[in-house]
């Protein structure tokens, strides 16, 4: 009688704690990464995903004692198959610390098949995430996969495909390696009061120049600069992103629900994008009073769906560049000075200002350029700094 006594009892205790796992109602966002069509040459080369096992490595900002994942096939025109999707603490290149693997569960299942224009969360997992933690992600396709996949193309981060469904007791053979993340969409913790920062941006926000690997893009500074503060901080750049039209992926207008007001627990949100939308112009003035027009439009609705507090950052000097002409830099000044002037911000990162050459202020310094329009390692760090101080100015 004894021992079933204590069966029960272990069997009570371990409902109770996957009630309680179950039980949280506030989430959020410590990753994310904007969802976009991938075009076959961002698929990968020398395998199709179907019957693989893909390994990606992505760094959240803050921690929890449980998460969820949402996986995306919001962009793909077929389903995605997965069997299964296992997560643990990333170790060099494609290793994994085999004692943090843990299973993720789709409505109590393994299994998940997630309908093209769709995307689906995992059930709630215990999990002891660290802040800043490099985090491995594991996702076993079965044997449909669509086409083109729904993906982040910019990730700086390598990902590899191993055949079959990789077990994680076992060494991870790698057969194809490539700098993009398929899938993998969104982390959240608990949020227990904690705010996130959102950052729509493009290849300047998405680390365009940063080194692959070393998580050094500025929101990754950023998101250093306040662990202790322990803010959330959500990187939505895309490269080549325009905010009107035109560009690469949808422009930041037509993905601005998804991508910033679909997040969770967003405070304050960033809004650093508009030097494609001037490089691409063929009429520089016009682009000006219609990137301005964007910017109120997206503020308006940022804060008609709650966020506290919306940041606008000054666009960052690109002569030398291919976007540079005195027409396309009058439009540039002209923006920028009604980011700097106007009310419909509670605040400004004045990227311009910090990273532009004090002898020629259409020129990036040049010890901070990676090619006169993209910072590079040592520019991001400074930019990251310098929002992160701002940022806690306006939180005090």
């Not at 998940?112 to 594991?138: C, F, H, M, N």
Request: charged fraction near 25%.
């Amino acid at each position: 009688m004894r021992r079933y006594l204590s069966l029960f009892l272990a069997l009570a205790c371990t409902c109770c704690m996957d009630a309680s796992a179950q039980a949280i109602d506030a989430w959020t966002g410590t990753w994310a990464a904007a969802a976009e069509y991938t075009g076959q040459d961002d698929m990968p080369q020398t395998t199709s995903l179907a019957n693989t096992s893909l390994r990606q490595v992505v760094r959240v900002s803050i921690g929890g004692k449980s998460l969820r994942l949402q996986l995306s096939n919001e962009n793909s025109a077929e389903a995605v198959e997965i069997k299964a999707v296992y997560i643990a603490e990333a170790k060099d290149s494609c290793d994994i610390d085999r004692k943090t693997v843990a299973y993720l569960e789709f409505s109590g299942k393994r299994q998940v098949t997630i309908e093209p224009g769709k995307a689906a969360w995992s059930d709630p997992l215990r999990y002891d995430l660290q802040p800043l933690q490099r985090l491995s992600v594991t996702i076993c396709y079965g044997e449909q996969v669509p086409t083109n996949a729904t993906s982040h193309r910019g990730s700086r981060t390598t990902s590899f495909i191993s055949k079959g469904e990789a077990n994680p007791k076992k060494a991870f053979l790698s057969i194809e390696r490539l700098d993009h993340w398929y899938n993998i969409s969104k982390i959240e913790v608990p949020a227990e009061g904690r705010k996130a920062i959102a950052v729509l941006g493009n290849s300047i926000t998405d680390g365009r120049g940063s080194t692959t690997n070393s998580q050094n893009r500025w929101p990754d500074i950023m998101a250093e600069a306040l662990s202790q503060r322990e803010y959330g901080v959500l990187n939505l750049g895309i490269g080549g992103n325009c905010v009107i039209n035109g560009g690469l992926s949808q422009p930041a207008l037509q993905r601005f629900d998804r991508d910033i007001l679909g997040q969770s627990g967003v405070e304050t949100l960033i809004i650093f994008q508009g030097t494609n939308d001037i490089g691409e112009s063929s009429h520089a003035e016009k682009t000006a009073r219609q990137l301005i027009e964007a910017y109120k439009t997206m503020a308006d609705k940022a804060r008609k769906a709650g966020i506290r507090q919306v940041v606008g950052a000054t666009i960052t000097p690109f002569k030398g560049s291919g976007w540079y002409s005195p027409f396309h830099e009058a439009a540039r000044q002209v923006v920028n000075q009604w980011i700097r002037e106007t009310k419909v911000f509670d605040a400004v990162i004045d990227f311009d200002q910090l990273v532009r050459n004090p002898d020629d202020h259409e020129r990036l310094q040049e010890e901070l350029s990676d090619d006169w329009l993209h910072l590079n390692p040592q520019g991001y760090r400074a930019m990251g700094q310098y929002a992160a101080q701002i940022i806690s100015n306006i939180n005090k």
